[in-house]
């Protein structure tokens, strides 16, 4: 928990949440320490009220039910998308649940998942069950990293087999795109800034990778490795530079996915709007995924396909959470996602 926007969060004793008539109380089994959690404690995020607990990617057990829930009891093993739909306006109705204008957010409009308990709202809408097999720690990433990777490269993106795919930026959501396009059958071209992370998108699969910090001109060195540009390209980190450089690395006729948060405060991205006047480019967001496309993505991870495993680097307690959050920016930060368990 943190006082103040940039304070060194830390550990407490606070009441135990409720939940609400439509929603859960989840006992938290792991959470994942994510960037969007250190823009909130940075204080980037105008929803975020102090006192704060962040988190928001996590996997645990169903501990209490609201007296309208009817699909989930308590010891059911769960996730839930970072963003939860109300359940009843039109886009939920429609199943756009990840764009919806009165959606909640666990870490950003209320209190999130580094705790022993986090209550969710409309759990029947929101709460994805989990299999038994699937460990806590590499399922807390569903929550948000692989999830929204997952609908960037395929269902935003449409990623084909054959198609070349540039990630701009290898933290976990970039992580897990590179291992989602190589899954699909597309080719990656990985870029980051950092050579361990360049190292672990070439396990996870990437044909190629760039190394920003020595690469002056990254959007060339993406069109001469793909052989004129990708079909594909994501900006997974959320920069100026990033956005504007996976714009200007696309072939004719590619597809942008904008999946990084571009805060205000770090300006706003010079993109090359005459490429895609020129060369009839797509400009795409894409936020998180709903509750009811995730049957495709566990259905990969179960036949192996997927490895969210492979992603989690570092095991955290919740006593070192807030370190670890507070440095989340600073250079030499660890490749791949760093997960908490409330227990230890």
């Known amino acids: 928990m943190y006082d103040a926007f940039g304070a060194a969060p830390e550990v407490r004793e606070v009441p135990d949440p409720d939940p609400s008539p439509d929603g859960v109380v989840v006992r938290v089994e792991a959470t994942g320490l994510c960037r969007s ?44 998308p970072f963003v939860c739909g109300c359940g009843s306006c039109e886009l939920c109705r429609a199943g756009e649940q990840q764009v919806c204008p009165h959606q909640t957010q666990p870490g950003f409009t209320h209190w999130g998942s580094f705790a022993e308990l986090v209550a969710l709202d409309a759990a029947d809408v929101n709460l994805v069950g989990l299999p038994g097999d699937l460990a806590a720690d590499a399922a807390a990433g ?26 701009h930026g290898c933290g976990g959501v970039g992580l897990s795109a590179v291992m989602i396009a190589v899954a699909a059958g597309a080719r990656v071209v ?15 699969g990437a044909e190629t990778v760039v190394d920003a910090s020595t690469t002056p001109r990254t959007a060339d060195a993406v069109r001469d ?20 450089a996976s714009v200007a690395g696309l072939r004719p006729r590619g597809r942008h996915v904008q999946v990084g948060l571009l805060p ?7 993109l090359p709007m005459h490429l895609v006047v020129a060369h009839e480019l797509e400009l795409l967001g894409s936020h998180g995924m709903p509750a009811h496309d995730y049957p495709r993505l566990l259905a990969m991870v179960a036949a192996g396909r997927l490895r969210p ?17 507070a440095a989340l920016d600073t250079p030499g930060h660890p490749a791949g996602i760093s997960v908490v368990d409330p227990r230890r």
Request: aromatic share 4%.
């Open 225 to 244: 490795a793909t052989g004129g540009g990708a079909h594909v390209s994501l900006d997974a980190v959320g920069s100026p530079a990033a956005a504007a």
């Open 264 to 270: 205000v405060g770090g300006g706003r991205p010079p």
């Open 190 to 204: 990985a870029v980051d800034v950092d050579r361990a992370a360049l190292d672990l998108a070439g396990r996870l």
């Open 37 to 80: 959690d250190w823009h909130a404690w940075a204080g980037h995020d105008p929803g975020v009220r102090l006192p704060h607990v962040p988190g928001h990617e996590l996997a645990g057990t169903v501990h209490a039910v609201g007296e309208r829930v009817r699909r989930w009891r308590p010891g059911d093993r769960v996730t839930v």
């Open 142 to 167: 569903l929550g948000c990293r692989v999830a929204t990777a997952f609908r960037a490269v395929l269902d935003r993106g449409q990623a084909r087999p054959g198609e070349w795919v540039a990630v």
């Open 309 to 325: 495993d492979l992603l989690v680097t570092i095991r955290l307690g919740l006593r070192e959470a807030g370190p670890a959050l």
